[in-house]
């Protein structure tokens, strides 16, 4: 990979220096945790959409619908 930003070079080796090790392992490293956080984020939506999905299923009887919240000329009952 050839990066050409200056800026990510910068960076790169100011990560370095602050872990003490080289530019290719403080991106890698950086680039490892990032996905990590991704994933861990994408899995932790998914299991909410779980839960929340298990709870309305639980309550399907008791939905309302728009003729129980609204009258014939559509005004809150």
Do not use: C, F
């Not at 050409?4 to 403080?26: M, W």
């Amino acid at each position: 990979m050839n990066i050409k930003d200056p800026r990510v070079h910068e960076l790169a080796h100011q990560l370095a220096q602050i872990r003490g090790t080289s530019a290719t392992k403080a991106v890698r490293s950086a680039l490892e945790e990032a996905l990590g956080r991704e994933e861990l984020g994408r899995d932790g939506r998914s299991a909410a959409l779980n839960r929340l999905q298990a709870r309305a299923a639980e309550t399907k009887d008791q939905w309302l619908s728009d003729d129980d919240l609204y009258d014939e000329s559509g005004l809150p009952r």
